[in-house]
């Protein structure tokens, strides 16, 4: 889809709706808000519910997740106003604290909460069933909400349930809501049964007729028009009934394309021009298409939504400039309804036309086929029959293009329609007065009035001129400012808020229109209001004074004779421009014949009210009734006094006629509000600089009375913290001796539980002491066995010792006499072999003498190797005695060896001889220390008992007084 912005709002909590606002839309589309929810996995959270305020540019939205947000279209931002952790079912917005609005809960609850601080206000329950609507009464003060099974109405001022409607369970609720601007509320059923009923005692008003023709139709979706004189129905078919509830009957059924087989929502789209008569219907069908079409040509506009981007419900803001659709995407798409078709934009078409011939046949009730096409704007007709005839006015090209005015309208034209009817008609009468004004809506320099902000003669308006709508007040408030900062003499004027207050209230949706209206009535209609200022415009008073006197000579004598003034009888009705003496329909028609003719028509309607009530005047004397008469509302038909009004603009002489005195009507200026100073400076001056005085001193008064008063507030806070203080003292005093009558008592608490305590110590102290002496004589007897156990454990340890040493001594000499036998056997056997072996070498060596001498006559080699045999046999004997010599040398060893063994056995001997001395003279020395603590101990006991004989009466043990003699006990060997 071309030029459209999707905006993802995602977790932010403010920011814009679009980026960059485009100058047109192909599909009228603004932008498109979507949801993504943050997290491992992108999710789009579905918008369920959206609701407009009253101004038309701001609109509530609820998500699944139960965020609640605030988009303003005007300022392209959104908003998150609240978390309700769970979806809603129902939104509304127009409460009487603008601020506030109502959401329904899934858990079927209604919470309210304000949209600036995001506060809980209220919560209400009640619903056994999910919340299908909220529906707000025009003043703000009530809700209904509607389930399946009950609709309820709430107080919002309490917040408590008012009234509760049940019905039978085969009969369900389809919707309860009040009827706009009206105490009437309608319910309907789903038997198709409609009830209206009266808000206030719940009395059944009338019941609207079911259809008998044709199938049920199951009525789902309903709408009203903003005047609430047409109401819709539809249901499960494609057909949609449209009824008068001013007739109570059927007007009209239309049925829709054959494509649409179930509607799911109906609502009418307001017009600037149909003065709440709403011409467009749009109509929601199950194929997510929304078409809207006009029903009194039964020809479809345009239509939002597609077969692939289908919309599951949609709003429309009361001024009809935009249209919010929830997607079946769970998306929001904000519509531009100027940019879907021009014909929304187009003015009316020209009230008068010619009539002509035409076979008409007007039923009560027509079925009308709904046909695409581009469709005109409707003119709405009245049932009666109007005689009229055809004018011919003689005027000139010039004159009548004088009379042109903007928009295709012509004055001349339009004071022929006011003096047939008498009054413009309502849906159109801004439209006429804007083009009769000529207003030029000068953006810019009203803009530039109204920044400068308020003006310090209205800043405390509300304390002279309080109103109950603050709406209101702030209106009027911004409007007189504007108009003070435009001229000086405009923050002078004390009756200045009573000559505004009905435009502002008329135009309070509309700062600019109503400015420019009020300016332009002050410089054409007020004129020469302003001469004589501060006093009452006595030229203006004298002008009135004048043709009252050329028409009615008996009524202005009545006034003289009763001392009352032009000031009292016209200055009235002028300076609050009939607000206070008319009703508002008929200051409505009055203000259409003044703005329709010469500026003067304001001054003949004066004398024309004064004539008109000639009777009950002339029959008033006292002055206060007079004043009485011009301040509030009379018996007046105000088309007998508008016809005295142009009779006297007919009848009266022009050197009487106001107009003389007036100039023509003279429209505001394009651009550029004109220069108004048609007043005496110096005065205004000179009032301006006194009440600048006065409020410098006012100021400066309430400075002062603001530091009386804290100084009042210092003195009265000392004198209650002295008061405090010495209350205080006074406390702390009873205080004081209650806690001594306490701590006395305490005190001798205290010394009865210390004597028992005392008590309770000395028997304990005895049972000690008793089980401290069995203690110790049990230890006694204990560490007595223990020294006797050790004692006879040393002696066998003792004795044991000295048997192994004996032994050990034994068997060492034992040992050592075996080895000196060993020693001497060995020695014996070497001697014997070494014998042997010399008598066995000596025998060789003769043997070998002899062989050799007895071979002496062989060769000298023989006799060398013989030389050779013996010497070797010489060394071998000599290596065997060698032999023989080292084992004697090592029998000389062992023997040396013995006797060291012996001289160290000797040693050992001498030194376990040395051990036993030292053991017994270490049991002499144990001897005496186990005496010695024997002795202690006892001293110890005797010191025990002489003080325990001395602290207590009772009697000591029987061995503390044993005068024997201590028996010294038995020490070991």
């Known amino acids: 889809m071309l030029n459209m912005q999707v905006t993802d709002i995602g977790s932010r909590e403010d920011g814009k709706i679009w980026h960059r606002k485009l100058a047109s839309t192909k599909y009228g589309v603004l932008a498109t808000v979507i949801r993504n929810a943050s997290g491992r996995q992108t999710k789009t959270v579905r ?16 998500d699944h997740h139960g965020n609640i947000y605030v988009f303003d279209i005007s300022r392209n931002r959104f908003k998150l106003v609240q978390k309700t952790g769970q979806a809603c079912t129902a939104l509304a917005f127009n409460l009487r604290r603008t ?46 909400s509607t389930s399946s099974d009950t609709a309820q109405l709430w107080n919002l001022d309490t917040f408590q349930r008012k009234r509760k409607l049940n019905v039978r369970q ?72 449209l009824w008068c509830l001013d007739s109570r009957q059927l007007l009209r059924v239309i049925q829709m394309p054959p494509k649409v087989k179930t509607v799911r929502y109906l609502d009418f789209l307001a017009d600037s021009f149909d003065g709440g008569s709403n011409q467009t219907l749009g109509v929601l069908s199950q194929d997510g298409v929304m078409r809207f079409i006009n029903i009194q040509s039964c020809k479809q506009l345009f239509e939002i939504g597609s077969h692939e981007d289908a919309i599951t419900s949609a709003s429309i803001c009361p001024k009809g400039h935009h249209i919010v659709a929830v997607m079946d995407s769970g998306a929001l798409k904000i519509y531009d309804v100027r940019s879907l078709t021009p014909e929304i934009s187009k003015p009316p078409q020209p009230l008068l036309k010619q009539v002509t011939k035409g076979n008409i046949n007007v039923g009560l009730c027509s079925k009308m086929k709904v046909h695409t096409g581009a469709g005109q704007r409707p003119v709405k007709t009245s049932g009666r029959r109007i005689q009229s005839k055809v004018l011919h006015p003689a005027v000139s090209a010039l004159d009548d293009k004088e009379n042109d005015l903007p928009n295709g309208l012509n004055k001349k034209r339009l004071q022929a329609l006011l003096r047939s009817f008498g009054e413009y008609p309502a849906k159109y009468r801004m439209f006429i007065w804007r083009s009769l004004l000529h207003l030029p809506e ?15 003669a209205y800043m405390c308006l509300q304390e002279r001129y309080p109103i109950k709508s603050q709406k209101l007040q702030r209106g009027l408030q911004r409007v007189l400012s504007a108009l003070a900062h435009w001229a000086a003499v405009f923050g002078e004027t004390d009756y ?23 300016a332009t009535v002050i410089v054409n209609w007020c004129q020469h209001w302003f001469e004589y200022f501060p006093n009452p415009p006595l030229n203006v008073l004298s002008l009135a004074e004048n043709v009252l006197a050329h028409h009615d000579k008996e009524l202005l004598q009545h006034f003289v004779a009763c001392g009352v003034t032009s000031q009292l009888y016209v200055w009235p009705l002028l ?85 003389s005195a007036l100039s023509d009507f003279e429209p505001l200026t394009q651009g550029q509000y004109p220069i108004f100073n048609k007043y005496p400076t110096f005065i205004v001056e000179y009032q301006s600089q006194e009440r600048e005085r006065i409020r410098q001193q006012e100021v400066e008064y309430l400075r002062e009375r603001q530091e009386v008063q804290q100084l009042h507030a210092e003195a009265v806070r000392q004198q209650a913290e002295f008061e405090a203080w010495y209350k205080q003292q006074e406390l702390l005093l009873q205080g004081e001796e209650q806690r001594r009558r306490i701590l006395q008592e305490e005190e001798s608490k205290l010394a009865q539980q210390r004597a028992r305590l005392a008590a309770m110590k000395r028997e304990l102290k005895v049972k000690e002491l008793n089980l401290i002496d069995s203690a110790r004589r049990r230890f006694l007897k204990h560490q007595q066995d223990q020294r006797r156990i050790q004692l006879k454990r040393l002696d066998d340890e003792i004795q044991r010792k000295m048997a192994l040493r004996d032994q050990e001594t034994a068997a060492a000499v034992q040992d050592i006499e075996v080895r000196q036998m060993e020693l001497d056997a060995q020695r014996q056997l070497f001697e014997q072999q070494l014998a042997k072996e010399q008598e066995r070498v000596s025998q060789e060596v003769r043997a070998e003498v002899d062989t050799r001498r007895r071979r002496a006559e062989l060769d000298d080699c023989t006799f060398q190797n013989l030389i050779q045999t013996d010497e070797d046999i010489s060394q071998k004997s000599k290596k065997v005695l060698e032999e023989s010599l ?55 006991e005797g010191k025990q008992i002489v003080r325990r004989k001395r602290d207590s009466d009772l009697p000591a043990h029987p061995e503390a007084f044993c005068t024997s003699p201590r028996v010294r006990p038995p020490t070991f060997p």
């Not at 919470?111 to 909220?134: I, N, P, Y």
């Not at 009573?498 to 209206?517: G, H, M, R, S, T």
């Open 496 to 518: 200045l808020p009573l000559l505004a207050f009905p435009f502002v209230k008329l135009f309070q949706n509309n700062p600019l229109i109503c400015f420019e209206v009020v």
């Open 886 to 940: 080292a084992e004697v040398g090592q029998m000389e060893v062992d023997a040396d060896w013995q006797a060291e063994v012996i001289k160290r056995l000797e040693k050992v001997e001498e030194r376990h001889e040395k051990q036993r001395e030292r053991l017994v003279n270490l049991s002499k020395q144990t001897c005496a220390k186990e005496d010695e603590i024997v002795q202690l101990m006892l001293e110890v």
């Open 575 to 659: 300076e609050t421009l009939f607000s206070e003496v008319l009703m508002r329909e008929e200051w409505l028609k009055l203000f259409d014949n003044v703005f329709s003719n010469h500026p003067s028509f304001l001054l003949m309607a004066v004398v024309a009210y004064v004539i008109c009530c000639r009777a009950p005047l002339l029959l008033c004397t006292d002055k206060k009734d007079f004043e009485y008469f011009f301040h509030h509302r009379n018996s007046l038909d105000i088309g007998a006094m508008l016809k005295e009004t142009y009779r006297l603009m007919d009848s009266t002489p022009q050197d009487v006629h106001p107009s």
């Open 170 to 241: 085969s009969v369900g609720i389809q919707k309860v809501f009040f009827l706009p601007h009206s105490n009437t509320i309608l319910s309907c059923f789903s038997d198709d049964s409609i009830f209206a009923w009266e808000s206030d005692t719940l009395f059944c008003k009338y019941q609207l007729p079911v259809p008998q023709d044709g199938p049920r139709i199951h009525y789902r979706t309903y709408a009203v028009t903003q005047d609430g004189k047409t109401f819709a129905a539809a249901g499960r078919s494609n057909l949609v009934h």
């Open 442 to 456: 000068n953006h810019a320099a009203f803009s530039s009035l109204t920044d400068k902000g308020l003006h310090s």
């Open 99 to 144: 601020t506030e609005y109502l959401v329904a809960l899934a858990d079927y609850s209604i919470k309210c909460f304000d949209k600036d601080t995001r506060q809980l206000v209220s919560w209400m329950r009640g619903h056994e069933g999910a919340v299908s609507s909220l529906s707000i009464h025009s003043s703000g003060s009530y809700a209904i």
């Open 47 to 62: 918008f369920l519910q959206v609701a407009f305020d009253t101004t038309g540019e701001s609109f509530l939205a609820g």
